[in-house]
DNA sequence: CCGATCACTTTACACCATAAGGAGCCAGAC
DNA sequence: GTCTGGCTCCTTATGGTGTAAAGTGATCGG
């Protein structure tokens, strides 16, 4: 019965996000005592991923760090895949939970989002984790708790403010993801972004001549000045994607003061 | 100088996705005539990866479709990486770049809107493709310049336009991650999400029965019926992130139309 | 017809997750 | 106090990955 194997396998998962019975170090039975616990283990794979990212997440470099062996883990953790799990919830306890609504929804709304980008960034490998099951443990729940209190007294209908927040989420993890690949890709090649950016463009010019013809809408766009190069120390791709990230949040929270509008009338 | 290798290697790859010199099968020299070519190994990763997603996309699995061994493939093309950027482009390759513009920039950005989704979810490895080099090949520019076109009649200013667009890439992939990964998380465990969804819930509530204190907002939103059962075919979760995907792009071009009233005033 | 040159293969290496089995420790049973 | 069974942790092994290195054989220019 492979669906009950998956139920129990389930349960395991959730007992030890929940840190229900049979997961913390009790310990009473006989054998040596335990030397790691599963807090120390997500602890250390946390350190790794967000040192190596999520490439150099391997259970030997997690081993190495707390000075055992790869399969010393498998005692605490039953694979990598609950690992991550459990990485991902500790590490989004990490996230405020308190937003001033004085000010407004918006303003909360704004910060809240501000935070999560900030978050995400952070621990980019966090991206990298799936996520088909939406939300899993206690701090998922948290975050998401967070969120839909800031947007509670919109008046939205529950149905409307479900989907309002998934479409925060979906933009904030979406212009994350750009940054944070932004960031990776100079340190893997070596070279700075706008050294490669130039490079990229003089190739470009030589390999396509009829670039201007055959993407007039973009050229326009470029001698309009929409792809000013950098004046300053931020690197020219992250600098591009926060502003597209700040003027996205507006575009977005303006889409919802309508939404809401809409709802009023 | 590790900068001029990497720039020699950034001319080749160009070269090899802008189909430059160098790359096609001239072949005038000595030697077997090649028996496979770029575009054939191109082709065959990529109904490797439609078939068994981006973990089953191995060199030794493309090298077996085109009945060869791994290291073949290599001939062709320098390494994985490069591959999978010439995987990337050529699948842009399938989305329409025409869209009517008759019936308002509005219609067609989201017809657009759709398509993109429709075409991540038809090739979901292309999701996990990195994002950091936002645009490279001959086909990413067509959609590029596609998506441009359609913004251009709103009289959006240049920058503007840049962040709009990037700000709609952002969210169609942000919601076609949750879906795709929605999609493989039942057959990769074996059990249907609905199943998995129930069973969820009922050790939930088992192992923080103190659920509704701790998390008010989110139970008061439950109990409102955001979160109503499936009642039709489609998944659960899946019917959730459409629906999140069309509430969430009616929001979000809600937004551009206040953008771009702010800019004629 | 010979030898340089290419496509392609085999082999090998380092790494990965993890299954299997063995070594030593230690609480409770006697 | 000794035995024993259960526990942690180790070593080893298996089948996977990308790709470097070297070998094989076909093909063309000379």
Same mark, same amino acid.
């Given at each position: 019965?492979?669906?009950?194997?998956? $139920?129990?396998?389930?349960?395991?998962?959730?007992?030890?996000?929940?840190?229900?019975?049979? #997961?913390?170090?009790?310990? *009473?039975?006989?054998?040596?005592?335990?030397?790691?616990?599963?807090?120390? /283990?997500?602890?250390?794979? /946390?350190?790794?991923?967000?040192?190596?990212?999520?490439?150099?997440?391997?259970?030997?470099? !997690?081993?190495?760090?707390?000075?055992?062996?790869?399969?010393?883990?498998?005692?605490?953790?039953?694979?990598?895949?609950?690992?991550?799990?459990?990485?991902?919830?500790?590490?989004? @306890? %990490?996230?405020?939970?308190?937003?001033?609504?004085?000010?407004?929804?918006?303003?909360?709304?704004?910060?809240?989002?501000?935070?999560?980008?900030?978050?995400?960034?952070?621990?980019?490998?966090?991206? $990298?984790?799936? $996520?088909?099951?939406?939300?899993?443990?206690?701090?998922?729940?948290?975050?998401?708790? *967070?969120? !839909?209190? /800031?947007?509670?007294? *919109?008046?939205?209908?529950?149905?409307?403010?479900?989907?309002? !927040?998934?479409?925060? =989420?979906?933009?904030?993890?979406? @212009?994350?993801?750009?940054?944070? %690949?932004?960031?990776?890709?100079?340190?893997?090649?070596?070279? #700075?972004?706008?050294?490669?950016?130039?490079?990229?463009?003089?190739?470009?010019?030589?390999?396509?001549?009829? =670039?201007?013809?055959?993407?007039?809408? /973009?050229? @326009?766009? %470029?001698?309009?000045?929409?792809?000013?190069?950098?004046?300053?120390?931020?690197?020219?791709?992250?600098?591009?994607?926060?502003?597209?990230?700040?003027?996205?949040?507006?575009?977005?929270?303006?889409?919802?003061?309508?939404?809401?509008?809409? *709802?009023?009338?």
């Amino acid at each position: 019965m492979v669906v009950f194997a998956a $139920q129990g396998d389930a349960r395991r998962s959730m007992a030890l996000l929940w840190r229900g019975p049979g #997961s913390p170090g009790a310990h *009473t039975g006989p054998g040596p005592k335990p030397a790691l616990s599963v807090d120390a /283990i997500v602890d250390a794979a /946390i350190a790794v991923a967000d040192a190596d990212g999520m490439a150099g997440l391997s259970m030997r470099a !997690v081993g190495d760090r707390l000075g055992c062996t790869a399969m010393a883990l498998y005692t605490y953790v039953p694979n990598k895949s609950e690992l991550l799990d459990l990485m991902y919830d500790r590490a989004h @306890a %990490e996230l405020p939970s308190a937003y001033e609504l004085g000010s407004g929804w918006r303003a909360a709304a704004a910060g809240w989002s501000g935070d999560l980008l900030a978050f995400y960034l952070c621990h980019p490998w966090v991206l $990298q984790v799936s $996520q088909a099951r939406p939300v899993l443990g206690p701090n998922e729940y948290v975050v998401l708790e *967070t969120v !839909v209190r /800031i947007l509670h007294g *919109t008046g939205l209908p529950a149905v409307m403010l479900r989907r309002v !927040v998934g479409t925060l =989420f979906s933009f904030v993890r979406g @212009a994350a993801q750009t940054v944070a %690949e932004t960031r990776q890709a100079p340190t893997v090649t070596g070279v #700075s972004d706008e050294e490669w950016w130039l490079a990229r463009s003089a190739m470009l010019t030589e390999l396509a001549p009829d =670039f201007t013809e055959r993407f007039p809408a /973009i050229s @326009a766009m %470029e001698s309009a000045g929409a792809f000013a190069p950098a004046d300053d120390a931020m690197p020219y791709l992250e600098r591009e994607a926060r502003e597209t990230f700040a003027a996205g949040l507006t575009v977005l929270l303006d889409g919802v003061e309508v939404a809401i509008a809409k *709802t009023a009338s």
